[in-house]
């Protein structure tokens, strides 16, 4: 039976990171992924925004992540030539009732370290974005965009360099704890069954799969399940705003807005879809078109 000393599951952008974290302190490390390429699902199913911290609670786990983790960021993309951009952020009231949430934004931000952004007033956002329809702003500075698969090529190829090995088309179906640690059955094409001291969950999408695969485990600590999905929709011809366009904030999301990309392309979304029961579903309904269109010339 093959042993490993660690054992991560899920090569994704999280997976990936540990795994590199760990080796570089000295651990044998092996990533199992289920799929045939690394980053299937979120890492590359998202808006690759580096994100202010402006919303989050404040003390929140996701506030301190997010804004320490914004100037981590930028600094190894400089570091290691990772593309990226600057682009600043203007999040728009559209009506006059949405400014009054202007200041309990700024207010929010600075709670959890963001002291730059600017109220400006509708004259001043439309100087800077002639395209846009609003009554007044919110100027963030340091959000940006990110080479999402250059960054996850850059943290696993420095993974590799530690000795990192991951295993592609390796679905994990059974965990059963033992006193050394834990034994590892793959649904892989040799039914592989390892040995690990050290066993991290970092699935993603998939780790209520991953946490109910190990018996004896109790159930009562698994999360439950809350699906939500986003679509996104792109134009061609050329990009209508140089920075990053979100709406105020409502009690849901952050409403359908505007990114960009490093290579000139640009879309907008996403909607709020909840999947009940919670499954991982990627289709997309064209006939939404016409609320995206709606939504969006609100504010263009």
């Keep these: 039976m093959n042993e490993v000393q660690t054992v991560v599951v899920g090569a994704g952008v999280i997976g990936i990171a540990v795994a590199r974290k760990l080796a570089r302190q000295g651990h044998e490390v092996l990533i199992l992924e289920a799929e045939q390429r690394i980053a299937q699902h979120t890492s590359s199913r998202n808006s690759q925004v580096i994100h202010a911290g402006i919303y989050y609670e404040p003390g929140s786990w996701r506030a301190k992540l997010c804004v320490k983790g914004k100037k981590m960021l930028y600094d190894y993309c400089v570091d290691r030539h990772v593309p990226f951009e600057n682009t600043q952020k203007l999040i728009v009231a559209i009506e006059e009732n949405h400014l009054r949430k202007i200041p309990l934004l700024i207010k929010n931000a600075k709670a959890n ?139 849901e999301s952050l409403g359908v807005h505007y990114t960009c990309d490093l290579g000139g392309g640009f879309r907008f979304g996403p909607n709020l879809q909840y999947i009940d029961p919670p499954r991982v579903d990627y289709s997309m309904d064209a006939d939404q078109a016409n609320d995206f269109e709606h939504s969006v010339r609100r504010w263009w």
């Design 113 to 251: 370290g963001v002291n730059d952004l600017t109220q400006i007033s509708a004259a001043e956002a439309i100087a800077f974005e002639p395209a846009l329809a609003c009554k007044g702003a919110v100027l963030s500075p340091s959000t940006g965009i990110i080479d999402a698969p250059a960054f996850i090529s850059s943290l696993l190829g420095e993974a590799e360099a530690e000795g990192v090995f991951v295993a592609l088309g390796s679905p994990l179906e059974r965990v059963v704890f033992l006193d050394s640690g834990f034994e590892l059955s793959c649904g892989d094409a040799h039914g592989t069954v390892l040995k690990c001291k050290n066993f991290i969950n970092a699935a993603g999408l998939g780790a209520w799969n991953v946490a109910r695969s190990i018996e004896g485990f109790p159930f009562i600590k698994i999360p439950q399940q809350h699906f939500a999905k986003g679509s996104w929709f792109s134009m061609t011809g050329p990009a209508p705003f140089e920075r990053l366009i979100y709406p105020v904030p409502d009690d």
